[in-house]
């Protein structure tokens, strides 16, 4: 997952398309990482993410 978003913050230009970019991901992760998995606490930390993103690349 770690990867994929590395390579997802080259092609979005900003904040807000790497947070739904991420959100959406966090989401799936969720659900299918854990059957008990919280797609809305997966989002948050997936738009997190997502949003800062670009300050850990440096894009």
């Known amino acids: 997952m770690a990867v994929s978003s590395f390579a997802l913050a080259g092609c979005l230009e ?3 398309e ?3 970019v991420g959100a959406a991901a966090g989401c799936v ?5 854990d059957r008990n998995g919280n797609c809305v606490e997966g989002a948050l930390a997936g738009g997190l993410a ?10």
């Open 14 to 16: 900003t904040d807000g």
């Open 18 to 20: 790497r947070a739904l």
């Open 29 to 33: 992760a969720s659900e299918t990482i």
């Open 50 to 59: 997502g949003a800062l993103l670009d300050d850990v690349t440096g894009r």
